[in-house]
Each structure stands twice: as C-alpha cells, then as structure tokens.
C-alpha cells in the first residue's frame, strides 16, 4: 500500500530532525584542549584496543547481512511485484532445503560473532604486564575522588597513571550507583554501594584521558567526568612524590589571608587540606583540597580550573552546578573571594 501523501512528508521532515539530534551528541564538547575526544575507536590501551577490534567485526559481519538481505529484498520486490494482468503467481508450500540453508546460514554468522565475543572477554580479563598500580576510584554525588592505597593520598576528578602498567581500580560507592567508564582506555563498570566491584585497565601512550559516569545518578550526572593523565614512569613518580606532600605553605600576603580564612571558616567542615585541617579527612564530604591547584578542573569537570572560574564556584556553586552538594557563601566579601582563590591556586 503506498504511504498517503501527509505520512509521506511527515516521514520526510522527520528524518533530518532525527540525525540532527542523533549527530547533536557528537559534537567534541571537551572543554579543556588537552582532552581527547573519549572516542572508543581511538583505542589507547589493550582493552580499549581488544573492545574496538571486536566492534569492527561485529560491524562488518552485520554489513554483510545487511547488504545481502535487502539486495535479494529489493531485487524480489522489482523483479515480482505485480503487474496489470499478471496472472496468479504459483501457490507453494514449504521448502526443505531453503529452510534448512536459511537456519543453518545465520547460525554460523552468530557463531562466529559469539566466538569472536568470548575470545575478547577472555583476552580482556587478565593483565599482561608485570607492573601494576592500585587506585580506589570512589563515585560521589557528583565527583570522583581518587585514593592511591600504596602511596597514601587522595585526591579527585584527576588519576594519574604510568603508560604500560596496570592499573587495579577497587570502585566503591556509598551513595548511588555510578559507572566506571574511560573510552579510550577500557568498557565501563558499575560502581555499586555495598558491593566493590574491581576493574583494570592500562594506557600504552601518554595522554589526557576524558572519563565519565555512564550510569544516571543524579541531575549532575552529566558534569561527574574525571581525567585519567598517563605519563612516563618517571612524571608519575615526579607527580606522587608532590601530592604526598602536605600543603604548601602560602608566600603572599593575599594567599596567607585566604589560608587564614579558610581555616576558620565554613570550608573545614567539608574539605581537607593536609597539615593545615585537623579534622579527621575521611569523614569529609567535599574533595581534598591539598593539591587543588594543580587540578585541571573544578567540580568533575564542570568547568576549568581558572581563577576567575574558582571565584564563580566559591561564591554560588549553585550556579555553576546546580544541586551539587556545596552551599553558597553570599556573606563574602570580594576581597575574601580573592584570597580564598589566591590560596587554593597557589596549591599547586
Ligand atoms: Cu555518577
């Protein structure tokens, strides 16, 4: 039955609308330049690289069944459709040896596909090299937070890691379920409370690695990315041996007043800073603030850490990530502002 003209242009305007919003989600909205796009197809590490080998086949088997199914469909419906005074095509019934090709064919497609899958779980799951790390990686509403077990310090939204090592990721969560996910380096992972769930994964070049939560968890969920930064052995050393250290000491006048107001404000009840707090850091809600100048983002990566967007955040973090669990501070002065943002600056 041919389409009555209104479905017809119906059908028409709809088309373009639906690419437009399916190609709106690929845009690269990274908004520092030194992310990568997280594309899954520009693998960086052996499980990204294995999962991506697997996609591929997948996409070429399933072209080929695409292109030969509706050939042979677009050939039939050309070749006998009906034409005025066609007789009454021949009535049959049943045909063994068609219907046995047709269930043994698409038996083998899905066999290989399933052997393809397998072979990839199994190549996934255990670590080939010999040197490894351990993270804990734990989900917040709405940031992560980073503890290195081994080397003793905790950080968020940034994990560094050495190229070519292991990395182990305990994931826990004592909220809501997040999801584990670095495109470019490893598949995803939920992040479940009451129930660790373990991960590895390993970047074979050096880079900046966008991460994201890709479980719904909250309005915020969208803006709880975190930057995986693979370096040469010798960075990472560089890098843990200055976030072991307790905060550095201010040496302006402006940022020694911010660190004074900071610790006889609000800001201790919820953040941490090492040798400057005293309260017992594991119990705080809000990210470590020990290196926090050394971060590349505020707030899972809702915006980048400049000090004019700091000043933003401190003032009305509502604003900046509505919901997030962080009041606002309306009381402060400007001047106070800019001490507070020249101190957690200066903690690089
Ligand atoms: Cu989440």
């Known amino acids: 039955m041919p389409l009555k003209p209104t479905w017809r242009r119906r059908a028409a305007l709809a088309l373009p609308l639906l690419f437009a919003l399916l190609l709106a989600g690929c845009g690269d909205t990274s908004i520092t330049d030194i992310t990568h796009t997280p594309n899954m197809l520009d693998p960086k590490g052996p499980i990204a690289l294995k999962e991506s080998d697997l996609f591929w086949i997948i996409l070429i088997i399933a072209t080929a069944v695409f292109v030969i199914v509706v050939s042979v469909l677009i050939y039939s419906i050309i070749r006998y459709r009906a034409r005025p005074d066609s007789p009454e095509p021949t009535q049959t019934h049943g045909n063994t040896r068609i219907e046995i090709a047709w269930t043994i064919a698409p038996s083998v497609v899905l066999a290989v596909v399933l052997v393809a899958t397998i072979t990839t779980m199994f190549q996934i799951q255990q670590p080939q090299s010999p040197n490894t790390i351990t993270v804990n990686a734990v989900g917040h509403q709405w940031w992560w937070e980073f503890q290195y077990p081994d080397q003793h310090f905790v950080t968020a939204d940034e994990m560094w890691v050495p190229t070519n090592t292991v990395v182990h990721i305990n994931l826990v969560s004592n909220?809501?379920?997040?999801?584990?996910?670095?495109?470019?380096?490893?598949?995803?992972?939920?992040?479940?409370?009451?129930?660790?769930?373990?991960?590895?994964?390993?970047?074979?070049?050096?880079?900046?690695?966008?991460?994201?939560?890709?479980?719904?968890?909250?309005?915020?969920?969208?803006?709880?990315?975190?930057?995986?930064?693979?370096?040469?052995s010798s960075d990472y050393q560089t890098w843990v041996s200055q976030q072991q250290q307790l905060a550095a000491q201010p040496t302006d006048s402006v940022a020694q007043a911010g660190a004074k107001f900071f610790t006889t404000s609000a800001c201790i009840g919820c953040h941490a800073i090492n040798g400057v707090t005293t309260t017992d850091a594991s119990r705080l809600i809000?990210?470590?603030?020990?290196?926090?100048?050394?971060?590349?983002?505020?707030?899972?990566?809702?915006?980048?850490?400049?000090?004019?967007?700091?000043?933003?955040?401190?003032?009305?973090?509502?604003t900046v990530k509505d919901g997030a669990d962080m009041p606002a501070f309306p009381q402060l002065t400007d001047d106070q502002i800019n001490e507070l943002v020249a101190y957690l600056e200066s903690l690089k």
Not at 184 to 206: C, E, F, R
């Open 286 to 318: 809000g990210p470590n603030l020990t290196h926090f100048g050394s971060r590349q983002w505020i707030a899972g990566g809702v915006v980048d850490n400049t000090p004019t967007n700091l000043a933003a955040w401190i003032r009305d973090p509502q």
């Open 175 to 232: 909220n809501v379920i997040h999801s584990f996910w670095v495109p470019q380096l490893t598949g995803k992972t939920d992040v479940i409370p009451g129930h660790d769930n373990q991960m590895w994964l390993q970047a074979d070049s050096q880079g900046w690695f966008r991460g994201e939560c890709a479980e719904f968890c909250g309005t915020q969920h969208a803006h709880m990315d975190f930057l995986v930064h693979a370096v040469s």
